[in-house]
């Protein structure tokens, strides 16, 4: 069953549930919340399913990872932050570098820095690009993120090292979920997804991110 949230989130909402250098960061950064993070934060915390649909370059990848940062730094501060892959991030495109850097890496460098210590959080990306020796890394020692493709990720799905990290998955991204839904690419991912769902301990909460025709 599909509902709409008729009313966003206030901020006072969000505030509570930020991690305080989170918050440092984000306010050093932004003056305010931006209007996919006032529907989409509290969402994601909830661990509720959410299709966040707004025009490009509004903070909708920035929204998702916020929040999973969030999480992950809150398990760090407690000790409790384990080897094990809590969030899969997958993108149609494969250039993913500079999308990651600004959304993901470059927010957690600067919380770090704030915090003046490393809260251990690993990122991956893994694509058709990936090396061999990197895919090792990640059988060895797994991503607390996954960056990947909706091709990549049918691959490691097969993988019977790989599948063990993914069954703590906590959290899926999906972006540019408008660029996959009707194509045949968007149907082989909705196979993966349900397949991912299946070996997971929990359900995962699935975060759907999609532009619009036009602005709203």
């Given at each position: 069953m599909i509902t709409y949230l008729e009313k966003p989130h206030?901020?006072?909402?969000?505030?509570?549930?930020?991690?305080?250098?989170?918050?440092?960061?984000?306010?050093?950064?932004?003056?305010?919340?931006?209007?996919?993070?006032?529907y989409g934060v509290m969402e994601i915390h909830n661990e509720n399913n959410i299709l966040i649909s707004a025009p490009t370059g509004s903070t909708k990848t920035l929204t998702a990872f916020l929040s999973i940062l969030n999480e992950l730094i809150n398990l760090s501060e407690n000790n409790m932050l384990e080897d094990k892959t809590y969030a899969v991030y997958i993108s149609p495109?494969?250039?993913?570098?500079?999308?990651?850097q600004i959304n993901l890496k470059t927010p957690l460098e600067e919380i770090e820095k704030i915090a003046e210590k490393?809260?251990?959080?690993?990122?991956?990306?893994?694509t058709g690009d990936t090396t061999a020796s990197e895919k090792q890394k990640m059988s060895k020692k797994a991503p607390h993120i996954l960056i990947?493709?909706?091709?990549?990720?049918a691959?490691?799905?097969?993988?019977?090292?790989?599948?063990?990290?993914l069954k703590s998955t906590r959290y899926v991204i999906i972006d540019e979920i408008h660029a996959l839904a009707d194509s045949k690419r968007g149907t082989h991912l909705s196979?993966?997804?349900?397949?991912?769902?299946?070996?997971t301990e929990t359900?995962?909460?699935?975060?759907?991110?999609s532009a619009t025709i036009s602005p709203l």
């Open positions: 206030k901020k006072e909402e969000i505030d509570k549930i930020l991690n305080p250098m989170v918050k440092q960061w984000f306010f050093s950064k932004f003056k305010e919340f931006s209007l996919p993070q006032l495109l494969k250039a993913l570098s500079n999308d990651i490393k809260f251990g959080i690993r990122i991956a990306v893994r990947t493709t909706p091709e990549s990720l691959i490691v799905l097969t993988s019977t090292k790989f599948i063990e990290h196979l993966s997804l349900e397949r991912l769902q299946s070996i359900s995962p909460t699935r975060i759907g991110l």
